[in-house]
C-alpha cells in the first residue's frame, strides 16, 4: 500500500537505480502517470515528457475500454468490440479522443513535439496499470519511433499483466501484484485524480529543477 503517489514514484525510482545517471527518458502517461513520472525522473536525474494517450470507453460505459489510441494514431483494439457497438461509434469514440489528445498536448506540453526516443532506453510510468489499453497503444508509438530499450514501469497492477507485458516490452518492474485487483486505487491511501492544471505543474517543476542542474554543472 502506497500513501500517495509521491510516495509510490519515490519507491519505483529506487527499484529503477541501475538507470541513474544513464541519459534514459522517463514518460508519463496523463494524467497521474506525469506525477509518478516526475519523481521517478528525479531520482534517476534523467529526462522527462509524457506521452498523451486516450482509452477508447464503451459509450454505455466509458470506463470500460474497448482500447486506446496514442498521439501519433498508435492505435490498441481489444478483442471484438462490434459484439457490443457498431463500427460507425468505435469511429466516433476514436474521433473524439483524437481531439482530447490534441487538446491535452497543447495544454500539458505547449504543443510541442514528442522528445526524441531513437536509439535511447525509455521508462514508460503510470500511476498503476488496470486493463493496460493506454499503456499498449504508449508501447507501440515508443516502438514506432524506434527506442532502443523499453522498460515498462508501475507501483501496482495486477498479477497476470506482468507476463502479457514481458511479451511486449524489454524489462517490466511493478512493485506490487495484488492477487485480487480490481482498480488502481486500491493499492493507495490517497489517490485523488490529477487536474491538467495539476500535471503541467509537475512538468513545469521538472523543467525548471532539470534546467537549473544543467546550469549548475556547466558553471
Given amino acids: 500500500m502506497f500513501r500517495d503517489r509521491k510516495d509510490a514514484g519515490e519507491q519505483l525510482g529506487r527499484a529503477l537505480e541501475k538507470y541513474r545517471d544513464q541519459n534514459v527518458i522517463v514518460i508519463g502517461i496523463p494524467r497521474g502517470g506525469v506525477e509518478t513520472a516526475y519523481y521517478v525522473a528525479k531520482h534517476l536525474n534523467s529526462e522527462m515528457s509524457l506521452v498523451v494517450t486516450r482509452k477508447l470507453g464503451y459509450p454505455f ?28 461509434e468505435v469511429q466516433r469514440v476514436l474521433k473524439e479522443q483524437k481531439q482530447e489528445i490534441k487538446r491535452r498536448v497543447q495544454k500539458l506540453r505547449q504543443g510541442k513535439p514528442m522528445p526524441k526516443m531513437e536509439g535511447r532506453i525509455v521508462i514508460i510510468t503510470d500511476d498503476g496499470i488496470a486493463t493496460g489499453a493506454t499503456l499498449f497503444a504508449t508501447i507501440s508509438l515508443c516502438k514506432k519511433m524506434k527506442a532502443a530499450k523499453i522498460i515498462v514501469a508501475a507501483p501496482i497492477a495486477g498479477e497476470r499483466m506482468e507476463s502479457i507485458l514481458t511479451e511486449m516490452v524489454d524489462e517490466v518492474i511493478i512493485l506490487e501484484k495484488p492477487s485480487f485487483y480490481s482498480a488502481v486505487s486500491q493499492g493507495y491511501e490517497d489517490f485523488d485524480n490529477l487536474t491538467d492544471e495539476e500535471a503541467l505543474a ?13 546550469f549548475q554543472s556547466h558553471s
Avoid: R
Fill in 202 to 214: 509537475f512538468m513545469s517543476k521538472w523543467e525548471k529543477e532539470f534546467h537549473e542542474k544543467k
Fill in 61 to 88: 460505459n466509458p470506463e470500460a475500454a474497448f482500447g486506446a489510441v496514442a498521439e501519433d494514431g498508435s492505435l490498441y483494439i481489444a478483442d471484438a468490440p462490434d459484439q457490443y457497438i457498431s463500427t460507425a
